[in-house]
């Protein structure tokens, strides 16, 4: 039987979409079964619409409780029983009980080579550190903000004159290549957390995850 996979996002979905693509449309083993937006005018609504899957908007505006906002949003992803929750680009800070409560079943994407560049402005802040390498990693979502143990990782160059923007573009590329491979480990029974850990078939993954060549 195919595992609930449900997906959370802000905005235009290009990480849905490749989840769409690589396991919804392609993968027996999952199926996105809802889609979840904080906004109502996330294009990413559109694109689950268009694949035929459920959407349901949980507006964040106007709530000013972290706490509040979860729990409204923890209700509309129960009635889906997902087995696992994707953030997509979901720019939402995720309350301590809220992670418990999904806790092993719930992966991010994080658009540096995690632990570097925790939180925002990641490609800017490698090119002001002079780095050679940047890139992205897939992480199981804990209570530390960007802290879960990571799954996957893939690396990009750092060309002199690059901008933050050449920078983002090269690394989502690589973002919607090692997305729905991670949720496909998943999804195939393959990816687990235990005790603070990830595991694939098994095996502790290294604190930098697999690399993806």
Do not use: C
Not at 80 to 91: E, N
């Amino acid at each position: 039987m195919s595992k609930k996979i449900l997906v959370l996002i802000s905005g235009s979905g290009s990480n849905l979409q490749a989840v769409i693509d690589k396991v919804h449309l392609s993968d027996n083993a999952g199926e996105v079964v809802a889609v979840i937006s904080n906004k109502p005018d996330a294009f990413g609504l559109t694109r689950a619409q268009e694949a035929g899957i459920a959407t349901d908007v949980v507006v964040s505006k106007g709530i000013a409780k972290r706490e509040e906002y979860d729990a409204l949003l923890g209700q509309a992803i129960d009635k889906y029983q997902p087995d696992l929750i994707v953030l997509a680009g979901f720019m939402r800070i995720l309350t301590p009980d809220f992670v418990r409560r999904y806790a092993g079943k719930m992966l991010n994407i994080h658009p540096s080579l995690l632990p570097k560049y925790q939180g925002l402005h990641t490609h800017q802040r490698a090119l002001d550190a002079g780095d050679e390498a940047h890139g992205a990693s897939v992480h199981f979502v804990t209570e530390e903000l960007d802290g879960g143990p990571v799954i996957l990782q893939a690396k990009v160059p750092v060309f002199e004159g690059d901008t933050a923007e050449d920078l983002a573009a090269r690394v989502l590329d690589q973002e919607h290549r090692i997305y729905p491979l991670a949720v496909q480990w998943f999804v195939a029974g393959r990816l687990q957390m235990q005790d603070g850990k990830a595991l694939l078939d098994q095996q502790v993954l290294s604190p930098a995850g697999y690399a993806a060549e």
